[in-house]
């Protein structure tokens, strides 16, 4: 969720797509994004579009209370149907983000889903994920979400060291994510997920692997571990710049990968997307793949982002102008860009490479096949699904992915 909207064209009042974006519809699975936009703090490291309670106070707070929210996105859920028309597919995933989306009651997580059953259907073995802060859950919490239809969580653990939590502004205490997992199973969530993040300063090699221990011992069947990135107007940037806390570079971060994945595959969980792991094909994240793999998803609630066919809208940033429009019975879209066929070549190549499946080679350009043969001989790519046609990335050639992709897009 970047913390400054793109530029683009105005969305319509009543949200109507371009009949080009429902064309071949039915052969797209569809997703929704529910962003829930509440924090109870703020992580210095954090530039999500998500709000405290202090900073919605006198800022519009009546129309962006915790309260009604669950009622805002439904209403965008019925917006949804309005605009899709007749299209026949149930939603195979359901993405609940945030924010801490478990500072609401549990029974407005029910209800948000609900909307989407009611509107849609689901799939039957829809994909139903939450975020979840450790410290905002207890076993009733859970259970009941398990029995309103969610069966995925995803429980923010970032580190199993209090000093990394500290520089992080982490609120939960260490080990309480490990339990979280156990609460979970116990309630009967099929599927659940660790969130962890490397490079934070004054995080020791040692400290890293203490983390990966932590998380692999609780026994989630999904890890996701991302470097630290340190955005441009977060706390944490300020502290750095005045030089209270070091900044890791690439070296450490490339490090620390290495150590993480050498953890995960000793203890049985495969890479399938550059920074996630899972111990089985059933473990993926579903809703994830739908991103990476270009397919159709409902972004509702403020700053969420949609892609319905090649056009893709966002959504008004702040909570009391989301729920403003919403009220006028209009849609909260704040603008929206109509992708050209090369727009979606690129992004297939940005996004399909991260993949353990990789990318056709058919998609590259002259240049870009010129610059794959290169990364093949340079140990970046694989060569035996490269001679089946398809670019998939080594294990060094996920450490300086990125650099790989804009070598392969030109």
């Not at 919605?56 to 129309?63: D, T």
């Not at 996920?398 to 992709?405: F, T």
Request: proline share 6%; hydrophobic share 40%; charged share 25%.
């Amino acid at each position: 969720m970047p913390s400054v909207l793109p530029d683009g064209e105005p969305v319509p009042e009543d949200g109507a797509l371009p009949a080009r974006a429902l064309e071949g519809a039915g052969d797209r699975p569809l997703g929704f994004y529910l962003h829930v936009p509440y924090c109870a703090t703020r992580c210095g490291y954090c530039d999500f579009n998500t709000y405290t309670a202090s900073e919605l106070r006198g800022a519009g707070g009546v129309l962006a209370s915790r309260d009604n929210y669950a009622g805002q996105v439904a209403e965008e859920i019925r917006l949804a149907r309005k605009v899709l028309g007749d299209d026949p597919r149930p939603v195979r995933t359901v993405f609940v983000g945030g924010g801490t989306p478990t500072l609401l009651a549990a029974g407005d997580l029910v209800r948000m889903l609900g909307a989407i059953r009611d509107e849609f259907g689901l799939a039957d073995d829809a994909e139903v994920t939450t975020e979840a802060n450790p410290e905002s859950v207890d076993p009733a919490y859970l259970e009941e979400l398990r029995a309103g239809g969610f069966n995925r969580i995803s429980f923010g653990m970032q580190s199993a060291r209090p000093h990394v939590l500290r520089i992080l502004d982490r609120t939960h205490t260490p080990g309480r994510p490990e339990a979280c997992v156990e609460e979970a199973r116990a309630a009967g969530f099929d599927h659940v997920n660790l969130d962890l993040i490397y490079g934070t300063p004054g995080e020791s090699d040692d400290d890293w692997r203490a983390s990966l221990d932590a998380a692999i011992g609780a026994g989630p069947d999904h890890v996701s571990a991302y470097a630290l990135i340190v955005e441009e107007g977060t706390q944490l940037a300020r502290r750095i710049r005045r030089g209270e806390v070091p900044m890791t570079d690439d070296d450490v971060h490339a490090d620390r990968y290495l150590i993480a994945d050498e953890a995960f595959e000793k203890a049985g969980y495969a890479w399938y997307e550059v920074s996630n792991w899972a111990t089985s094909e059933a473990g993926r994240c579903l809703h994830n793949e739908l991103y990476w793999r270009g397919a159709d998803w409902w972004g509702a609630g403020p700053g969420a982002h949609s892609h319905v066919g090649g056009v893709r809208w966002w959504n008004v940033k702040h909570p009391g102008a989301y729920a403003a429009a919403l009220g006028a019975g209009k849609s909260p879209g704040a603008g929206r860009e109509v992708l050209s066929e090369e727009d979606r070549r690129v992004e297939r190549i940005l996004l399909e490479l991260r993949l353990r499946e990789g990318v056709e080679l058919a998609l590259l350009k002259p240049a870009g096949l010129d610059a794959s043969r290169k990364a093949l001989a340079d140990g970046l790519l694989d060569a035996e699904p490269y001679a089946a046609g398809r670019a998939v990335l080594t294990l060094r050639g996920r450490l300086l992915a990125d650099a790989v992709v804009r070598d392969l897009v030109d």
